[in-house]
């Protein structure tokens, strides 16, 4: 009897085990299509192949499970998805799809404001004026790049006041991350981008991305660091002038603990500056987020945790406050940093300007240098450990009273730290 209901049991489990192997097989994965100009359908995985058709952004596929496939050309190694759109099977570059639908956002960065035209062409008439500072979402983009005035971009379609139209990309900050948009818009009268700052560095979590070494192209440059339990690769690329998608200069962070790998997906060109700096498992980069649009260089930290790494916006050296009206319209605050190597904490006491700019300023750009007033400061503790990062926030008390003795013996110079 007992061998019967072993046999028995056996013959369940084994059952069971088939119909969920089953179920996973024929389960299908869908994605999305990323990509404003329309993702191209090929025949085969090769740039080279007769093209179907242009997917139109959005647009929902399925994923066949095939293996990805990969072609290494000169100057980029290109990585294929193998999808099923309408009736059709072909292939599709990887990077222009997406587990959900994708907002792509712009804010205008220019004091003068930027021309709403009926067509994207610098010479079509002008139907509204869109205000320095607005974020907004585009949904369309011209596949040609077009220079004016010297600045490299594209045509976005957008719509603004409920009137449809064409924007050009320079003079714009661009960004799939709106929170990001609204933190780096420097808006005059409103601060609450300031007190964003640090709010809540989970939603700054790096998105894992398939990484292989030996799929790199062999033109490309790379550079190797190692801090424990990561190894860091800056990968440096030549890519074609008017290549305003491509990634000229790209930081990977491979965890050799977990094999999973992480990168930010959006910016064009990064560099590593220094790494275990200012904190130990911390590593400090600049970049440009984008290269057919307004070229703010930013710098950041990347917190290297044992199973995450986080980032947050960081300047590595103590600024006076200006505001800058122009081409391109800026708050930059006055900053203090100081470093408390033992405790693995970095503080900030961060004020914000009050800009009272002229008419003349207004109209035809300046920067102002000579603050008078402050509206508002605040002081910040960012203490990293294996597992976390610890921030205290404290808005208009100075230095707190409980930070004045760590504050006056902690360091001001900015080096790298040691275990």
Known sequence: MKKTSLFLCIFLSVTVCKKETDKSVNEKQFLFTDSLTGTELYETPETTSPIFESIPHATKVELLPDNPAYTIQPDITIKWRRIKYKDRIGWVIDSFLSAKVEKHYFSVVTTAGLPLREKPDAKSQVISIIPLGFIGEFYNQSKGNVVIEKQPGFWMETSYNGKKGWIFSGSTAISKNLQSLEERNGEFGDEGW???????????????????????EKTAKIVKYENHPYTIYQIQRQIAEDDCTGKESQVIFKNNLTGKSFGNREIFSETVVEQNYPLVRSVYTTSIPQKCGCLIEDSTIYFLLEDRVLATAFKNKNTKAYCEYGTISNVEVERENRYDNPHNTVYMYLKLPECLPSEKIILYGGKITDIKKFKTDMFISLKLTNSEVIVEKFYQKGIPEQFITVWETASKESTPAKE
């Open 194 to 216: 300031f007190y964003r700052f640090y709010s809540n560095l989970e939603e700054s979590k790096l998105e894992e991305v398939e990484f292989d070494l030996s799929t790199i």
